[in-house]
């Protein structure tokens, strides 16, 4: 067969994609040698795939959690495809252990389970595979805008929306991957902060329920320099989709006239945000207090559709323009994350 000179990480991953056993590689000057030697190499392409936790197995051995049932889907019917071992360490194995337990209600065995794999298997509703799924394939739109910056998470180990909660803090069995440091907060106190560093961490919290991703608008090594500013157009009773949508397109043009750049993500509820980048020269307090001064402009260019003040009775017919997520340690929605509600979306 032929050869490539350079380059083998590029061909390892096409082997990869390919299906193909793996790649050999030499020294450029190395001649042929029958048996092993230093000069040659082989590397085994790995096989992955995406499964889902459909099963686990107890044993006094591992003192808990023991292994795995991996299943996946084929043509919208779920299909067993055998048992790992999970590799977690005993905080990360009990917490998933405590989760997986609460999944088994209801729980069927997918298809083609050995007879004595059913015997020893203990059965879960298959909630923990859509959500790391989804988060997997968008990871590369994702990470850029959360990779670096303090998050906070909405947790639901359940599944249900009754038992989703709010988490800023580290937590016990947190994955390693995940960064923490400590920041004083507005009542003085010193606290122990969340940030995403690389895929590895972001992937490890979606396996650890989290639903929800929520970003400061700065980075963990400059946490008192904003560089963003977050417009949450939040409409009242009686106000359509498409009126938001016109309200947006409105707000852009005042915030273009003012020389800024703003580009829209919409929020996974019912408003959208309007995000604008920003130099990292004022501090928290001066931002926000830009920011506030901005949503007033903007809610006197259309008075009868905006409105800066807090609280229900004042937006009725009206979108509220939120700027209060543009104070120290607040937080907005991160683009593509998914909500904690139906249809999660």
């Not at 003085?188 to 560093?197: I, Q, R």
């Not at 019912?270 to 809610?299: D, E, F, M």
Request: net charge neutral; charged share 25%.
């Amino acid at each position: 067969s032929d050869h490539v000179e350079g380059d083998g990480q590029g061909l390892y991953d096409q082997a990869s994609e390919l299906g193909l056993e793996g790649v050999v590689s030499k020294r450029a000057d190395a001649i042929y040698l029958s048996g092993r030697t230093k000069s040659w190499t082989k590397v085994k392409a790995q096989k992955t795939d995406d499964f889902v936790i459909a099963g686990y197995t107890v044993s006094d051995r591992a003192e808990g959690l023991a292994a795995l049932g991996m299943a996946e889907f084929e043509n919208g019917e779920l299909h067993y495809r055998g048992k790992v071992g999970t590799g977690f360490d005993r905080d990360m194995a009990t917490e998933l252990l405590a989760r997986l337990e609460r999944l088994t209600a209801g729980a069927t065995p997918p298809e083609g389970v050995p007879r004595e794999i059913m015997r020893e298997m203990h059965w879960v509703k298959p909630l923990l595979s859509a959500r790391v799924r989804y988060y997997a394939l968008v990871g590369d739109f994702m990470l850029p805008h959360i990779i670096g910056r303090p998050v906070s998470l909405v947790r639901c180990p359940t599944g249900k929306p009754q038992d989703c909660f709010f988490q800023r803090h580290a937590f016990t069995g947190m994955p390693p991957s995940v960064a923490v440091f400590e920041s004083v907060n507005s009542e003085g106190e010193t606290k122990t902060y969340l940030s995403v560093e690389d895929a590895k961490g972001y992937l490890a919290l979606a396996q650890f329920g989290v639903v929800e991703f929520h970003t400061w608008g700065t980075h963990r090594t400059k946490l008192d320099r904003p560089d963003q500013i977050v417009f949450d157009l939040d409409p009242g009773e009686g106000i359509s989709w498409r009126e938001v949508v016109e309200a947006a397109v409105h707000i852009k043009g005042g915030l273009e006239s003012l020389d800024l750049v703003p580009f829209v993500k919409t929020s996974g509820g019912k408003g959208i945000h309007i995000t604008v980048p920003v130099t990292r020269k004022q501090n928290w307090k001066k931002l926000h207090q830009a920011s506030s001064a901005i949503s007033t402009l903007l809610a006197a260019s259309a008075p009868d559709t905006f409105t800066t003040t807090m609280g229900k009775e004042n937006r009725k017919k009206r979108i509220f323009i939120d700027f209060h997520r543009n104070a120290r340690g607040h937080t907005s929605a991160a683009p593509y994350s998914l909500r904690a509600r139906t249809n999660l979306p």
